[in-house]
């Protein structure tokens, strides 16, 4: 077992732990529909910080094959507001 995927897993669930008593207490001064965006946002900055990540570790460990099969900068961005446009159709 990868000792760095448990801590990960073990985060994860402590984060996900605390985000409901840290929502229900900014809900108060929030108005819910705020508070989801936010929520979202931060998920969607996560996300794409983990893809950059990933990305590179999957280059770096299969080298030109996934040079030839990974998207470029300009094919994601592209795809990316085709999704915010228009959904995951």
């Not at 990960?8 to 108005?31: E, N, Q, V």
């Not at 999957?58 to 996934?66: D, K």
Request: hydrophobic share 55%; with cysteine; aromatic share 8%.
């Amino acid at each position: 077992m990868n000792p760095a995927a448990v801590i990960y897993a073990l985060a994860a669930a402590a984060l996900f732990g605390i985000s409901t008593p840290a929502a229900k207490a900014l809900l108060g001064t929030i108005h819910p529909a705020v508070l989801a965006g936010l929520l979202y946002c931060g998920a969607g900055i996560g996300i794409a910080a983990l893809a950059a990540d990933v990305t590179e570790a999957a280059e770096r460990a299969l080298g030109q094959a996934a040079r030839d099969t990974t998207a470029t900068r300009s094919e994601n961005r592209v795809f990316m507001w085709k999704f915010l446009c228009f959904g995951a159709t």
